[in-house]
């Protein structure tokens, strides 16, 4: 289990740059600002199954990296910030 973490956080590392631009090309479009994090992180799932489809790699994998990816890129803590302020806490 440990090195899939470690593969999934060096996978990470490549694709989150791709994901913030994708997202800084989402930011353009007038939408709602709570929804970035969340097109963030799925864009990052997207990104990685496209890769491990591509490469013939692991889907589990290159999803969790997505995801790492996407989370990285939008930034958690905004991930969290939008939750809470949608729920009126």
Do not use: C, H
């Not at 440990?2 to 994708?22: D, G, K, R, Y």
């Not at 994998?61 to 969290?80: F, K, P, R, T, W």
């Amino acid at each position: 289990m440990e090195t899939v973490l470690n593969e999934a956080v060096a996978l990470s590392a490549v694709m989150a740059p791709v994901i913030a631009i994708f997202v800084q090309l989402f930011k353009t479009a007038d939408l709602n600002k709570r929804w970035l994090p969340f097109i963030s992180i799925g864009l990052g799932i997207a990104v990685g199954v496209v890769f491990a489809l591509a490469g013939g790699d692991d889907l589990f994998l290159y999803g969790l990296a997505g995801l790492l990816s996407g989370a990285a890129s939008s930034g958690l803590y905004d991930s969290v910030k939008s939750v809470k302020s949608a729920k009126g806490e």
